[in-house]
């Protein structure tokens, strides 16, 4: 498979495996030691000592058939009154209908296990898919999905009041996945900042959004090698279009900005 893809995800095809059930409201922010955080405080473009852009389609659309040319336009992403704003426009561009944004840390932050966490305000409507996951830093020599995978948080967004967190390994990719989704009760995704994080040790990897430990996999659950004892980077884009939102339709208004208010690691 092409490096650094979210590969193909059915919405219809989600695993669900063993996890706590979302109203088990529990804390789980046992790891406290902050290693690194981006505040996003100093307006411009991101901090180039953390972050690098990836620009272009990738393969076959980034591997999912997106629609969108990511760019490191200020158009597309920058850092605003504290907030990081990635943000997608329909216009052509370089072949492409619609414009948008990716950085990754690959190279510059990588860490074995620990607290990843971003507070993020979702955009709105179909065809919209924006993450923040994770990729084994030997990605670029093993290849997908050997190098394991780590979806913190993918939310669709013709569906404001649900998100999901997935792990792709060998053995468990694709529509294969281990993936639990989490849905809001009496709120939106799209509509204010929320917590979406994951603490991951030796033998676990716990999801949660704000306060909600909604989900956990370990090696037991996985079908395949337990590839997530190795150092991981961080990824942060905003899609358009692909297999798994679908095509922006007619409802579908531009721009839409993903809003990321920080970005925290921590360790034991």
Known sequence: MTLNIKNTLLASSLVLVLGCAPDEKQTVTTMNQLVKQDEFNVDGAPDSSM??????????????????????????????????????????????????????????FEQKHGRFEARIKMPWGKGIWPAFWMLGSNSSTVGWPQCGEIDIVEYLGNNPTSMFGTIHGPGYSGANSLSKVFNLTNDRFDTGYHIFG???????????????????????????????????YMILNLAVGGNLPGSPNQQTTFPQTMSVDYVRVYQN
């Open 198 to 232: 994951i603490e991951w040790g030796e033998d676990y990897i716990n999801y949660y959004v704000d306060n909600v430990l909604y989900y956990q996999v370990t090696p037991a659950n996985a079908p395949g090698e337990w590839v997530f004892n190795q150092p991981f």
């Open 51 to 108: 972050w690098s852009y990836d620009v272009g389609t990738g393969n076959n659309g980034w591997g999912n058939n997106e629609l969108e040319y990511y760019t490191n336009r200020p158009q597309n992403i920058k850092i605003e009154g504290g907030v990081l704003k990635i943000t997608a426009i329909k216009e052509n561009y370089m072949g492409s209908a619609y414009t948008s944004a990716r950085i990754i840390s690959k190279g510059k």
